[in-house]
């Protein structure tokens, strides 16, 4: 059922996730599927619904920054962590933040895939916070999506992708950021980006410094990351394939992008005008007076934050259109440039 978001839905929506339902809702980073996270039927139905292997562990919702104590094993977090921890929590949450942290026996071992961590995120939208508030508190809530495909930023994408699987799609329009959060390890001795995402390193480091620089290992493209310890902290369901349209996706930088000749049936993602223009030189014969069909431009200015929200729309939009294939330029490698390429090299591993 798709309704618009409001008070009195909210609150339908809240009981739904109350008795054990399956909600969508909308967030500043992308639209979840949430599930109470201490009812494991509720959970399995959200892995069977997504399609998603169980390996890979849930991010957990919270409304208030008191919830971590349901759900954080302090005493196995030394002094460092633990003043890490309250940093981030006075300065970057609410907001794009997932911090893996280590968990309480009683969260269900379903929602973190049996790792001894739990992904935990504050999210910075009212009618996200309301929600959960409203039920029980603590919603665990991976991407609307079905697993491996792209996430859903508009309402429309996850009742085209999930429909009457779910109990309730609630519609709060567009996602303002557009790429999922940025999940921070806080459980090792340094911490580490395990996924770019919606707030940058550069963010992160102005407030706990120096962050490891080691990413996970991917071993296969199809294969998941299974090890796991706290000492080497992979993070399962990281794969080097992910986030994935259907269209065979190629990633270029920008000098190679804009010597690629012009194909009628294919999508060209340009990251701004600036590289589309140097395409266009090379390509004086392209027919792209009718419209620019199949050209699409991330941010016309270049600017991070608006390309990485026009991303998955962009890619939405091209995947409908059954191109042959989709040439995307590499963004530039810094701040939210790192979660845009980071999408977009997982899109190009199908
Ligand atoms: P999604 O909710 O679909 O954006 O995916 C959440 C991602 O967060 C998972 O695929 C994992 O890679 C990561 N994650 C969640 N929980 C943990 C954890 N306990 N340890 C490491 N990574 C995690
Ligand atoms: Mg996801």
Redesign the pocket.
């Known amino acids: 059922m798709l309704l618009p978001l409001n008070d009195d839905t909210i609150m339908s929506a809240a009981s739904c996730l109350c008795k054990g339902g399956i909600v969508a809702f909308p967030t500043e980073t992308v639209y979840g599927l949430g599930a109470d996270v201490f009812n494991t039927t509720a959970l399995a139905r959200v892995f069977e619904v997504k399609r998603r292997p169980y390996f890979?562990?849930?991010?957990v919702h919270i409304a208030e920054l008191s919830t971590l104590m349901r759900l954080v094993d302090y005493t196995a977090m030394d002094a460092e962590a633990i003043r890490r921890l309250k940093k981030l929590a006075n300065t970057l949450m609410p907001g794009p933040l997932?911090l893996?942290l280590p968990k309480l026996p009683e969260v269900p071992d379903l929602a973190?895939?049996g790792?001894k961590?739990?992904?935990v995120r504050f999210p910075k939208h009212s009618g996200a916070l309301a929600l959960i508030k409203n039920s029980t508190g603590a919603v665990a809530?991976?991407?609307a999506n079905p697993f491996g495909y792209l996430s859903p930023t508009r309402a429309e994408h996850v009742a085209e992708q999930l429909g009457n699987d779910v109990d309730i799609i609630l519609d709060g329009g567009t996602s303002e950021i557009g790429v999922?959060?940025t999940?921070l390890?806080l459980s090792s001795h340094l911490p580490r980006i395990?996924?770019p995402g919606g707030v940058s390193r550069e963010e992160i480091e102005a407030f706990i410094g120096k962050l490891d620089d080691v990413r996970p290992e991917h071993p296969h493209t199809e294969e998941p990351v299974r090890s796991?310890n706290i000492g080497q902290?992979l993070?399962?369901?990281?794969l080097k394939s992910h986030y994935a349209p259907r269209t065979k996706l190629f990633l270029l930088d920008t000098d190679f992008l804009c010597k690629e000749a012009y194909k009628r049936n294919c999508a060209y993602l340009f990251f701004n005008t600036v590289s589309f223009d140097l395409w266009k030189k090379n390509n004086p014969r392209a027919p792209l007076n009718g419209g620019h069909r199949n050209i699409f431009i991330l941010s016309h200015n270049g600017d991070l934050r608006d390309a990485a929200s026009n991303l998955f729309e962009k890619l939405h939009c091209i995947d409908a259109a059954a191109y042959s294939a989709i040439y995307a330029e590499r963004a530039p490698d810094k701040g939210l440039g790192r979660a845009i390429n980071d999408r977009l090299e997982k899109a190009s591993n199908k």
């Open positions: 890979d562990p849930l991010i997932t893996i973190t895939g790792l961590t739990v992904a809530a991976p991407s999922e959060s999940v390890d395990l996924r796991f902290c993070s399962p369901g990281q």
